[in-house]
């Protein structure tokens, strides 16, 4: 890929600055947008006056800085590595541990394809916690809750504007669970942002390879340009051919969070056939993706074996890709699926890397017609217990849903969300209220 396509200052009148934290030696990237002269005319003549700068939030991280220099086969600074290591509990692993993975790193066919400068996974010390929502519930701010504080507050402070978004709020609503900062402790490229309801609204962006098409210059170039205008996360839902090496190139050279949804690439491990699925072979890519540095899962934990029932009541069925390989997967073993019977299970897993956990909408609704049903409101209590268990472990959470809802119900989704999963921040696949 050639980032010179990427023009250091296509953004017009603007420029990249950073913004030194108080409590770390942090650099905030921002964006200095230089605004025109306000015109007046006295007495016939033109009087110009200076307007301040206006500063931004700037997703694009290095590649719009023209001190820069980003070569993708080497991927992108390593931001945030000397953080992690200065808190002095987490260690590098010798090897990778994900059988998948070692199959893949000794396999010579794979050679052309391969990122060549793949370091060697970090993993929480034993014993230790790391997790940010561990570090808010101990009282202790961290080096990403003052970056993500002064990206928040749009350097309001520094303007002489007084603003409550400090990095202690920002502790606390991580505490409280409100909100969550996505960031594996093997992703260090990426610049730490905040998901939730105090915050900035945030746009996560999809993209991903399928047996038809796409290969991984594409999806390289996808993710620099998501994130290039504004992507704020960026999800990685391939499904084709070298779903392991396209995910290791993205999250190398990717400034933002990076998420997927585990159970697809399992679904590829047994050639589409939801029967052969198993924990055995869910556990192993979980541990091979949190080893890459994958910030979040989509975890299909609500769906329960009663659902298969329950959705004969709709209109339009099931229509979360994940929901229904669950789903299917139940009725096939006519036992309750994998992914709830062994949720602590995982949540032991991701919290060794820092890993958040989106828990995902599979029974949502995909028309109006089926909006607000049992289906829809039974997996959202699920969630809500899965939420309670998670912070157990000091996991961070937030909530998909609600699909496609008209405008009327859109206030009872959210209280209800709000009160069952326990203000979790609601990741809103929707509401899709065009059709109504």
């Not at 849903?401 to 989704?413: F, L, R, T």
């Amino acid at each position: 890929m050639d980032t010179k396509k990427i023009i250091k200052d296509s953004y017009p009148s603007s420029e990249k600055i950073y913004i030194p934290g108080k409590l770390f030696p942090i650099q905030v990237g921002m964006r200095k947008i230089n605004l025109t002269d306000t015109v007046t005319v006295e007495n016939g003549k033109r009087i110009h006056t200076p307007n301040a700068p206006v500063y931004v939030y700037d997703t694009s991280g290095p590649y719009t800085d023209p001190n820069i220099t980003v070569d993708i086969d080497k991927g992108l600074p390593r931001l945030r590595e000397s953080w992690i290591t200065a808190r002095g509990d987490v260690e590098r692993q010798d090897d990778i541990t994900s059988e998948y993975g070692r199959a893949r790193r000794d396999d010579p066919s794979l050679d052309p394809i391969r990122f060549k400068n793949t370091p060697l996974p970090y993993k929480a010390k034993p014993g230790h916690a790391i997790t940010q929502m561990y570090y808010a519930r101990q009282g202790i701010v961290t080096a990403e809750m003052e970056y993500v504080a002064i990206r928040e507050n749009l350097q309001n402070e520094q303007l002489g504007i007084k603003s409550h978004i400090t990095p202690e709020f920002v502790r606390q609503e991580i505490a409280a669970g409100r909100a969550i900062i996505p960031a594996n402790i093997n992703h260090p490229e990426a610049e730490p942002m905040i998901i939730g309801r105090n915050f900035l609204v945030k746009l996560n962006t999809n993209i991903g390879n399928s047996a038809l098409s796409s290969g991984i210059e594409e999806e390289i170039d996808k993710a620099v340009w998501s994130c290039h205008w504004g992507g704020d996360t960026l999800m990685d839902l391939s499904t084709g051919d070298h779903i392991h090496e396209t995910r290791e190139w993205i999250i190398r050279n990717c400034p933002v969070p990076v998420g997927t949804v585990p159970i697809y690439q399992a679904l590829e491990k047994v050639n589409g056939k939801v029967e052969k699925l198993s924990w055995e072979i869910y556990r192993d890519t979980l541990i091979e993706q949190c080893e890459q540095g994958v910030d979040y899962f989509t975890i299909h934990a609500g769906v329960l074996k009663a659902h298969a029932d329950l959705v004969g009541e709709r209109l339009t069925g099931i229509v979360s890709r994940g929901g229904s390989i669950m789903t299917k997967w139940c009725v096939i073993h006519n036992q309750e699926s994998f992914l709830y019977t062994h949720f602590d299970e995982i949540c032991e897993i991701l919290k060794q890397y820092d890993v958040a956990i989106s828990l995902g909408d599979g029974m949502r609704p995909g028309s109006i017609h089926d909006a607000n049903d049992r289906s829809q409101f039974l997996e959202l209590d699920v969630l809500g217990e899965l939420t309670t268990k998670a912070r157990a472990h000091d996991v961070q959470v937030i909530i998909e849903g609600p699909g496609h809802i008209p405008m009327h119900k859109i206030k009872e989704n959210m209280k209800r969300e709000l009160n069952s999963c326990h203000e979790a921040p609601f990741y809103t696949l929707g509401p899709l209220t065009t059709d109504i």
